[in-house]
Every structure is written in C-alpha cells, then in structure tokens.
C-alpha cells in the first residue's frame, strides 16, 4: 500500500462546478496534510494546509480533513478553466521535515 | 532572493557521467528540501537539511547520490555515474523550519536527461 494515495484521473468537470479531489494515507501519525497544483512543467506551489479536523476555507477553496478515516480532500467550487492542473496531496509526519506526496490528481475544467 | 532558484534548469548527460545540481534556498529558511519527480509520477523525498543537524537521507536511492549544504545557505545534490532511471525532474524546495505547518516553497527545477 503506498503511504499517500490519490486516484491519478484525469477528473473532469465543467465549469462552474464543483471539483472533488481525494486523498487517504496509511501513516496514523501523520500531523499536517497540504494541498500543492502543479501546471504543467511547473513546479508546485502551495494552494493550502490542514491539520485540524473538519474544514478549512480559504476563497473557492475547501479542504477537508478526517483522521479517523485517513482521508483529506479539496473541493473547488466555482471551477474555473485556469483551475486545470494537476492537485498533489501531501503528508507530513509528527518529527516534521519530509513530505510524503501522492502521485497527484489530474484535473481538467472544461469551459 | 525572492525565491528559491536552482540551476543549471536543463541538463543532458551521457550515461555515466557525473552531474552537480544547485539549489539557493530562499534567505533565512533554515530548512532545505531536495525531491525528484519522474515523468507523470508525484514526488519522491531524497533528502533533507534542517540546520546544523544531520541531514535526513532516508530517501536517497543508492550511494551514487550525495548532497551537501553550506551552513543554512546553498545546497548541491550530486549523482555519481549517472544512469538512464536517474531521468527525471529533481525539485528543492525551503522552509522557516520543519515544524508541522511550516509550507516548503519550492524551485524550478532542474530537467535532467540521461542519455
């Protein structure tokens, strides 16, 4: 089982909509979980972290987390075409240091 | 500098020859990051430096990879008889610290290509 699993897409939606991405990790001490997009031939750049319980917003983005289930999501409301990358998932463990990423989520917003 | 930058952004190489990558972190992060990313495939941890402690090298694929900081400012990760599997993008990235939260801001890259 990988450590950060995410399901590798591509999800499409429309534009205006809602995009759903997932992301569980096997790694019960895991502290802090981020949110990275990736264009394509960039580098990644952060979108946002959670190491609460529940939900945290920042503008048109959502993530949520559940450590019970192992499970953190991002959800994009209002998806817009400038939106269309690719949505790495990111752990990081209770001693800090390293991130753990997934193999990334690819999303495409169509207009 | 405004951000974290590494060079050379492109390398080709031939198969067994030895390369040098750079990274200068952005000034006053403590803590360097390298990863490498294959072609379609997320991220995979080398290594880390966090101050003057050890580094952690847990990730690092085989003993042809080393890498190495000065104090708190630049780092070189260096591949020794480089192989084609050695393909890929190797990614640095900075933080203020290693704490949970603290964000890692990451460079460029540097492209390198294995012939």
């Known amino acids: 089982q990988k450590e950060v699993e995410q399901n590798s897409g591509p999800l499409s939606v429309p534009e205006g909509a809602i995009a759903s991405l997932n992301c569980t990790y096997s790694d019960r001490g895991s502290q802090s979980f981020f949110w990275y997009r990736q264009y394509s031939g960039k580098s990644p750049e952060l979108i946002m972290f959670?190491?609460?319980?529940g939900d945290k917003e920042d503008g048109r983005f959502t993530a949520q987390l559940n450590k019970a289930s192992q499970y953190v999501s991002l959800l994009i409301r209002d998806s817009q075409p400038s939106d269309s990358a690719t949505y790495l998932c990111?752990?990081?463990?209770?001693?800090?240091?390293?991130?753990?990423f997934g193999q990334g989520t690819e999303l495409s917003v169509k207009p | 500098g405004a951000g974290v930058s590494q060079s050379p952004s492109n390398k080709v190489t031939e198969k067994g020859k030895d390369v040098e990558l750079r990274c200068d972190p952005i000034?006053?992060?403590?803590?360097l990051y390298w990863y490498r990313q294959r072609l379609g495939q997320g991220l995979e941890f080398l290594i880390y430096?966090?101050?003057?402690?050890?580094?952690?090298k847990s990730g690092l694929p085989s003993d042809r990879f080393s890498a190495e900081r000065t104090g708190e400012s630049v780092s070189t990760l260096t591949i020794q008889r480089t192989q084609q599997e050695d393909s890929a993008v190797y990614l640095c990235?900075?933080?203020?610290?290693?704490?949970?939260?603290?964000?890692?801001?990451f460079g460029p890259g540097t492209r390198l290509t294995v012939l």
């Open positions: 430096f966090q101050g003057n402690s050890a580094p952690d």
């Open positions: 990111a752990v990081r463990g209770n001693q800090g240091g390293k991130l753990i």
């Open positions: 000034s006053g992060h403590t803590a």
């Open positions: 990235a900075s933080s203020f610290g290693s704490r949970g939260t603290d964000t890692q801001y």
């Open positions: 959670i190491y609460s319980n």
